[in-house]
């Protein structure tokens, strides 16, 4: 969590070096606390792709002040600069997480994992498992360009062109 735990890649990497980098050795993707860190969790998957399984669909703002900033002091949720919102309502690019994901043909879990300082938990829910849905990529069976290798037609295309 924010300047804790294991969800920045430096200390990742000192914990897989304590363990050998041990196969089993795995991520948790949560982008909510990397926007809390101020970290590139865009990049961070291009980094450690291979080893996050499960990704926490969570969203979060930070928005630091004169007074607060990473380290928000004892404040309440709500009054917090960086705080948890329901999906879509805070300041992480899923668009871009769920593209870079599917480049890495991520085969784990995308679990909501819901907590917001504003909105309602079942709005949350309800509204966090259709932006899900929504964001999930399907992936196309063939490049976009396929139709260049389906051959032709010499008579067909005599004719369209005229000659």
Not at 4 to 9: M, T
Not at 41 to 67: C, Q, S, W
Not at 93 to 99: E, L, Q
């Amino acid at each position: 969590h924010p300047g804790e735990d294991l969800h920045d890649g430096i200390t990742f990497e000192m914990f897989l070096d304590k363990v050998n980098h041990h196969k089993r050795a795995n991520l948790l993707y949560d982008p909510s606390h990397f926007v809390l860190q101020c970290l590139d969790y865009l990049e961070y998957i291009d980094l450690y792709h291979e080893r996050i399984k499960m990704f926490h669909v969570k969203d979060a703002e930070f928005n630091p002040t004169g007074r607060q900033g990473v380290y928000g002091g004892y404040q309440n949720w709500i009054d917090r600069a960086g705080r948890f919102r329901s999906l879509g309502d805070g300041q992480v690019d899923f668009k871009g997480i769920f593209s870079k994901l599917t480049q890495y043909d991520f085969k784990g879990w995308a679990v909501l994992e819901w907590e917001c300082a504003l909105k309602h938990p079942e709005d949350g829910a309800r509204e966090g498992a259709e932006f899900i849905k929504n964001h999930i990529i399907r992936v196309t069976e063939r490049a976009f360009d396929d139709f260049a290798a389906s051959g032709s037609d010499d008579a067909f295309n005599r004719k369209t062109l005229g000659i």
